[in-house]
């Protein structure tokens, strides 16, 4: 149920605002309270009438009218909802959103405002495919605007393709899923490091480790769970790409820097990758032959510390930088070593003594280390980790969304 929870509803002038009318009934139904912005376009499609008799509300169409000012001004508007959304989103809307434009109610409505909003696309195939829309829909979702649909199908201009509206009860679906989920990283960016990294000795060999990137890929779900925007750097794994996170593959310790780098700037920073700590220097473009002078010496140099270099950041360090540290011994000494060394805020140290099946399976012991003291996790899934690890994540940054 929506009981007393606040919609406001945009709808723009595109044919699938018939739909529109259709989902302010199941709002209304669920018991949510819903007052409505039309554009001026989209008088042309339903009437504010329909719309004002179904959300048993006044309409709102005019930035200028005086009446509408001094009833309800725009800041009121956006600030009296619990979730905005926009259906249909037409591109022309969704171009001005990305663009901060307020030349309309319903643009100045969505640009004075820090509640979360949601857009239910319309639009024909081809403008859906262009590659101004894709810019626009993929600054907007950088900025966690939320989304839902479009599908694919006959579109009212005649043509097959994606573009047409989701279903009013889609559309209902993704607005109670909003409400009952968790949103405290919503508007934060997250880096997450995961997997083993690949050392190149030929073309055809490598050198590396057992990382599963299953706690990696574990965490950057939690996080991504939780709304935060998430990029999840990572080598390569049998693990799924969680829903809603951005995989940046890499192979190299070096390649997986520059792709740390080139995802800042980020709020939070957890890098759970298992670094190789040495490549082998001048890696041979040929494959390696036998050729009876005995097998080759291959010598190692140094990696970045990616960990290390993130946290040490001037400008753009991350407000929270979490790493790693397998442990088989005096694991919180050491752990508390590497805090220090490596300058980050919080380690997560774990045993990986064999035995302990951390690496590969399924559970792990932590101890979180930061600069207060040490908080002893009970054993757990790593999915549990994950969680645990994203929930004291948001009670340090807050939610941008109030
Ligand atoms: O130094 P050590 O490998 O034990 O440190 C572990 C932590 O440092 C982990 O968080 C790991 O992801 C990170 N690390 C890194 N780059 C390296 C080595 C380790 O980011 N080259």
Same mark, same amino acid.
């Given at each position: 149920?929506?009981?007393?929870?606040?919609?406001?509803?945009?709808?723009?002038?595109?044919?699938?605002?018939?739909?529109?009318?259709?989902?302010?009934?199941?709002?209304?139904?669920? /018991?949510?309270?819903?007052? +409505?912005?039309?554009?001026? *376009?989209?008088?042309?499609?339903?009437? $504010?009438?329909?719309? *004002?008799?179904?959300?048993?509300?006044?309409?709102?169409? =005019?930035?200028?009218?005086?009446?509408?000012?001094?009833?309800?001004?725009?800041? &009121?508007?956006?600030?009296?909802?619990?979730?905005?959304?926009?259906? $249909?989103?037409?591109?022309?809307?969704?171009?001005?959103?990305?663009?901060?434009?307020?030349?309309?109610?319903?643009?100045?409505?969505?640009?004075?405002?820090?509640? $979360?909003?949601?857009?239910?696309?319309?639009?024909?195939?081809?403008?859906?495919?262009?590659?101004?829309?894709?810019?626009?829909?993929?600054?907007?979702?950088?900025?966690?605007?939320?989304?839902?649909?479009?599908?694919?199908?006959?579109?009212? +201009?005649?043509?097959?393709?994606?573009? &047409?509206?989701?279903?009013?009860?889609?559309?209902?679906?993704?607005?109670?899923?909003?409400?009952?989920? =968790?949103? &405290?990283?919503?508007?934060?960016?997250?880096?997450?490091?995961?997997? $083993?990294?690949?050392?190149?000795?030929?073309?055809?060999?490598?050198?590396?480790?057992?990382?599963?990137?299953?706690?990696?890929? *574990?965490?950057? *779900?939690?996080?991504?769970?939780?709304?935060?925007?998430?990029?999840?750097?990572?080598?390569?794994?049998?693990?799924?790409?969680?829903?809603?996170? +951005?995989?940046?593959?890499?192979?190299?310790?070096?390649?997986?820097?520059?792709?740390?780098?080139?995802?800042?700037?980020? =709020?939070?920073?957890?890098?759970?990758?298992?670094?190789?700590?040495?490549?082998?220097?001048?890696?041979?473009?040929?494959?390696?032959?036998?050729?009876?002078?005995?097998?080759?010496?291959?010598?190692?140099?140094?990696?970045?510390?990616?960990?290390?270099?993130?946290?040490?950041?001037?400008?753009?360090?991350?407000?929270?930088?979490?790493?790693?540290?397998?442990?088989?011994?005096?694991?919180?000494?050491?752990? &508390?070593?590497?805090?220090?060394?490596?300058? +980050? =805020?919080?380690?997560?140290?774990?045993?990986?003594?064999? /035995?302990?099946?951390?690496?590969? /399976?399924?559970?792990?012991?932590?101890?979180?280390?930061?600069?207060?003291?040490?908080?002893?996790?009970?054993?757990?899934?790593?999915?549990?980790?994950?969680?645990?690890?994203?929930?004291?994540?948001?009670?340090?940054?807050?939610?941008?969304?109030?």
């Amino acid at each position: 149920m929506l009981d007393g929870r606040r919609v406001l509803l945009i709808i723009a002038g595109g044919i699938a605002a018939y739909k529109s009318l259709e989902l302010i009934r199941r709002l209304r139904d669920r /018991g949510a309270r819903v007052r +409505c912005v039309m554009t001026r *376009a989209a008088h042309q499609f339903v009437t $504010p009438l329909a719309v *004002a008799s179904l959300s048993e509300d006044k309409v709102y169409s =005019d930035l200028f009218s005086l009446t509408d000012e001094s009833e309800m001004g725009h800041i &009121r508007l956006s600030r009296e909802a619990d979730l905005i959304v926009v259906a $249909p989103a037409t591109a022309d809307l969704i171009a001005r959103m990305a663009a901060g434009l307020a030349d309309d109610l319903a643009a100045t409505a969505l640009l004075a405002s820090d509640k $979360p909003v949601m857009i239910a696309p319309a639009m024909n195939a081809q403008m859906w495919a262009h590659p101004a829309t894709e810019a626009n829909l993929a600054t907007l979702a950088r900025r966690g605007i939320l989304r839902v649909g479009p599908g694919a199908g006959l579109l009212a +201009c005649g043509e097959v393709g994606l573009g &047409r509206m989701a279903e009013p009860a889609e559309i209902l679906a993704a607005i109670e899923a909003f409400f009952v989920a =968790d949103h &405290r990283l919503a508007g934060r960016r997250a880096l997450v490091t995961s997997g $083993p990294t690949r050392e190149p000795i030929d073309p055809v060999r490598y050198l590396s480790n057992y990382s599963s990137g299953k706690q990696g890929h *574990a965490i950057a *779900a939690a996080l991504a769970a939780l709304g935060a925007e998430t990029v999840l750097v990572s080598g390569p794994t049998q693990e799924r790409t969680p829903p809603g996170v +951005c995989l940046v593959a890499v192979e190299s310790a070096r390649e997986m820097l520059a792709a740390c780098e080139a995802a800042l700037p980020v =709020d939070v920073a957890v890098m759970a990758a298992a670094v190789a700590d040495w490549r082998v220097e001048g890696a041979a473009a040929q494959k390696l032959k036998k050729n009876g002078e005995g097998a080759p010496v291959l010598r190692l140099v140094e990696n970045p510390d990616i960990l290390a270099t993130i946290a040490r950041r001037r400008n753009d360090r991350p407000a929270l930088v979490v790493g790693f540290a397998a442990e088989t011994e005096n694991i919180i000494a050491n752990a &508390r070593a590497k805090r220090a060394k490596k300058g +980050c =805020d919080w380690v997560l140290a774990n045993d990986v003594s064999p /035995g302990t099946g951390t690496f590969g /399976g399924d559970r792990n012991t932590i101890h979180l280390v930061d600069a207060d003291g040490v908080e002893d996790w009970p054993v757990m899934t790593k999915t549990e980790v994950a969680r645990r690890l994203a929930d004291r994540i948001a009670a340090r940054l807050p939610s941008r969304i109030h």
